[in-house]
């Protein structure tokens, strides 16, 4: 006969087992790479030779005193205050039109979610043809339907060059905020909405007073997603502009990309690296920890 | 459930609300689709057609030129990068079906703590890890290797998939473990006989996914492979337009090819895809 005991230690190393592969890869994969990213942006490993002599937090100061670094950094935050209400906007807008019993709802759910699914490189050469200046989509397609006054340098433009790529961000992720907040709406309780609907609320007023102030979740949800994404985009601008004309659309992920593996910055690298996590976490802490809090 | 909202329940009249309504639908339909519309219709064109024309008109003579063009150079990185999506999407549904199942039922102290510890994984911005995991990669031999991308996305798999996993197996009924513990099953017969035939919903959505997540990158892609022989699609997409500035027809033609299988797995299995999206954000 098994005796308990042994069923219990039989389990304990079970259970070991189910866990420590992803345990162990996880703990290499992130937690020791961040710690050493961190390590490497204390030491003067600049050029080809790792190197991990002590220098201090002299990366850093360096840092805050760098034009391209505070640029990119500035880019970041422009990037976000157009990109995060843009796409919670649109997502909002296109779950209210198809909240109207409309025929055929899931193909126009399937439709723009679309492009969510796509990938940054595949966005960013589609949009590198739609903004060409000479021959691309949109130049032309303004010509031919008589508003050709309308012509623009899109992405070449010095000063809104930042905001077309918002826009193509917002194209990709409306979709997405669109699903988040269907499902907001659809769980809202029907009796709250007949009973305002008794009151005499409609339309307009149905979403302004009763809907959106109910969606509060996936309103935060949606925008710590957001917020996340547009401090870590690097695909779409690396594709679509490079971060130019000039250093416009220069946000911190390229300036670390180049800074490494362009110029051999290393430690520099891992310092602009270190604030990128930095930043992350001041975001995505709290709502871990409010998300933990709600589920216990 | 979804019906009877707003308004009444009874037929509509296409009054000029309804019709608003239905413009601005497809308005959006339109605007999704255009930058699609025109790169399909812009590689089904030869170079002299592309001159003449607008780039969102169907060409008068389709060709197919700018597809064989862009084939012949995608060929060897698309089979690639199905061989590393394939593999690690495999991989990592695995490992994350396994972590979730232990955190959720198999109760020991400490399960929320390594559960909020590995999902916060989900969220890191891949720089912070760049310098450390290639120097990792190039220190396993596995630099320019199709099995050092599988590792690489496997690793950073595991956070959404046990995410994904353990929301799927926290609604699975206590009782159901615990009848098999009674019938003196361990933690790994309980997995096998009782979780696992459980398990074909959450598989096909974490699997839908990750092929979705792994396809799509690029990052990881470029700093691991660099321009060797086991290149990911993503980044000799890059290269095809290194080849041929201006030709836009073939660089078109190269981006749906590269489009192709995540587009046949949206179609074909978007239902899941959606549940993915869904559970990722909303507990994640």
Known sequence: MVSIKKIITRDKISTILFLIIPIVL?????????????????SDWDGLRPSYDFKGFGQYQKLFTNEIFLTSLWNNIVLILIFVPGSLVMGLLLAILLDQKVRKENVFKLIYLLPFTLSFVVTGFLWRWMYNV????????????????????????VDWAMFWVCVVLIWQYSGYMMLIFLAGIRSIPESQVMAAAVD???????????????????????????????????DLIFILTGGGPGYTTEILPLTMYKEVFRKKHFSYGSAIATILFLLIMIVVIPYLYKTYRREK | MKTNKIGSKKKRLPNPKRVF???????????TLLPLWSAVMTALKTQEA????????????????????????LRRPILNSLMFTILATLLSCVLGSMTGYALTKVKFRGAN????????????????????????????????????????HTAYGIPICTLLFKS??????????????????????????????????????TAVFQFTQIWNDLLFGLVLTGAGVSQPASVALLNLQGGFVTAWNVQMAGTLWYTIPSLIVYLVL???????????????
Not at chain 1, 227 to 232: C, D, E, G, M, S
Request: some cysteine; overall charge neutral; charged content about 10%.
């Open chain 1, 26 to 42: 996880v703990i290499i994969f992130i937690y020791i790479c961040i710690i050493w990213n961190v390590v490497v942006s204390l």
């Open chain 1, 134 to 157: 000479r021959v691309g989509v949109l130049n032309t397609l303004l010509e031919s339907i008589g508003l050709g006054f309308f012509r623009n340098d899109w992405i070449q433009n």
């Open chain 1, 200 to 234: 005499g609320a409609s339309g307009f007023q149905m979403y302004y007073r009763i809907i959106i102030p109910q969606l509060k979740a996936p309103i935060f949800t949606g925008f710590v997603l957001l917020l996340v994404f547009a401090l870590k985009a690097f």
């Open chain 2, 21 to 31: 309504l239905y413009f601005l639908l497809i308005l959006f339909v339109f605007l």
């Open chain 2, 50 to 73: 592309l001159i003449y024309s607008n780039p969102i008109q169907p060409p008068i003579k389709p060709s197919l030129d700018a597809f064989g063009t862009a084939f012949n150079e």
């Open chain 2, 113 to 152: 703590t390594i559960f909020l510890f590995i999902i916060i994984g989900i969220f890191i911005p891949y720089q912070a890890v760049l310098i450390p995991l290639v120097q990792i990669i190039i220190e396993l031999g596995l630099w320019g290797e199709i099995s050092g991308l599988i590792l690489t």
């Open chain 2, 168 to 205: 799927f197996y926290d609604s699975i009924p206590d009782s159901l473990i615990n009848a098999a513990k009674i019938d003196g099953a361990g933690i790994g017969n309980t997995y096998l006989h009782v979780v696992l035939p459980l398990s074909v919903t959450p598989f096909v959505v």
């Open chain 2, 270 to 284: 978007g239902k899941y895809l959606i549940k993915g999206f869904m559970t990722g954000a909303i507990k994640g």
